[in-house]
């Protein structure tokens, strides 16, 4: 197995013992050095927040005063990016968007010499209207194409953790039936819909319906935050 795909299997598997924000805030930070990233931040819209809660990060002392003093987040080009596209996005691909003219560009400069040259960004849309946007930043990040994919799991575990550590109130699970189950934990191991059909002895589209309720009833935008979410409530193994 190599590193990227070891290091996140032990992720999910250590993030489970976290018990309060800030030893998962620790627990992250240890994390990401092994990745070589150094800044992270997750913050949380779309509920109304207890004290302390909507944000974690760690990014340089010197950036975030800066940032908030000339007010950047109107110009920032990585919140100019999450406002039009859903997906995830890693920030060299900002340029060629054309995101990175006038201020951006002097914004993206600043934060490059503060050690925010590179990074990914994961806009997670999900669970009762809430919204997340996670990043990560670092000089360099590595060109190991398995990075990406492995930071948008680590991503989704990251936010389910910090959710179940600071909402109390959180609404009981939903309950899925055993097919629905059964759909679901074959997503979660990679099988397409057409797979799991053959594998249980069903259509593709009955595959497709079960998962779309599934994603339905967790109030999710994609299959794998409704298998994260199963899994953070014990519905399914991994």
Same mark, same amino acid.
């Given at each position: 197995?190599?590193?990227?795909?070891?290091?996140?299997?032990?992720?999910?598997?250590?993030?489970?013992?976290?018990?309060?924000?800030?030893?998962?805030?620790?627990?992250?930070?240890?994390?990401?050095?092994?990745?070589?990233?150094?800044?992270?931040?997750?913050?949380?819209?779309?509920?109304?927040?207890?004290?302390?809660?909507?944000?974690?990060?760690?990014?340089?002392?010197?950036?975030?005063?800066?940032?908030?003093?000339?007010?950047?987040?109107?110009?920032?080009?990585?919140?100019?990016?999450?406002?039009?596209?859903?997906?995830? +996005?890693?920030? #060299?691909?900002?340029?060629?968007?054309?995101?990175?003219?006038?201020?951006?560009?002097?914004? +993206?400069?600043?934060?490059?010499?503060?050690?925010?040259?590179?990074?990914?960004?994961?806009?997670? +849309?999900?669970? #009762?209207?809430?919204?997340?946007?996670?990043?990560?930043?670092?000089?360099?990040?590595?060109?190991?194409?398995?990075?990406?994919?492995?930071?948008?799991?680590?991503?989704?575990?990251?936010?389910?953790?910090?959710?179940?550590?600071?909402?109390?109130?959180?609404?009981?699970?939903?309950?899925?039936?055993?097919?629905?189950?059964?759909?679901?934990?074959?997503?979660?191991?990679?099988?397409?819909?057409?797979?799991?059909?053959?594998?249980?002895?069903?259509?593709?589209?009955?595959?497709?319906?079960?998962?779309?309720?599934?994603?339905?009833?967790?109030?999710?935008?994609?299959?794998?935050?409704?298998?994260?979410?199963?899994?953070?409530?014990?519905?399914?193994?991994?």
């Amino acid at each position: 197995m190599d590193f990227v795909t070891d290091r996140t299997v032990r992720f999910i598997e250590e993030i489970k013992k976290i018990e309060t924000t800030t030893g998962l805030a620790d627990f992250m930070t240890r994390t990401l050095d092994e990745f070589e990233i150094k800044h992270f931040s997750l913050f949380e819209l779309g509920r109304e927040a207890k004290p302390g809660a909507g944000a974690l990060a760690k990014f340089p002392d010197e950036w975030g005063k800066r940032y908030l003093e000339k007010r950047y987040e109107y110009s920032d080009p990585v919140h100019r990016k999450i406002l039009q596209s859903k997906t995830p +996005f890693l920030w #060299n691909t900002l340029k060629e968007e054309g995101f990175l003219t006038g201020k951006s560009r002097t914004i +993206f400069h600043e934060g490059s010499e503060c050690g925010l040259k590179d990074g990914c960004t994961f806009p997670i +849309f999900g669970v #009762n209207g809430r919204t997340a946007v996670i990043t990560y930043a670092a000089p360099r990040l590595h060109d190991d194409p398995r990075l990406f994919p492995a930071m948008q799991l680590i991503s989704l575990y990251f936010h389910g953790k910090y959710r179940e550590l600071t909402q109390s109130d959180e609404l009981p699970p939903p309950e899925l039936s055993p097919r629905e189950r059964e759909c679901l934990r074959w997503a979660g191991a990679g099988k397409t819909e057409f797979e799991i059909g053959e594998i249980l002895s069903i259509s593709a589209a009955t595959v497709h319906t079960h998962i779309d309720h599934v994603r339905q009833k967790f109030g999710v935008h994609t299959t794998m935050q409704a298998v994260v979410e199963a899994m953070r409530h014990h519905l399914i193994s991994a």
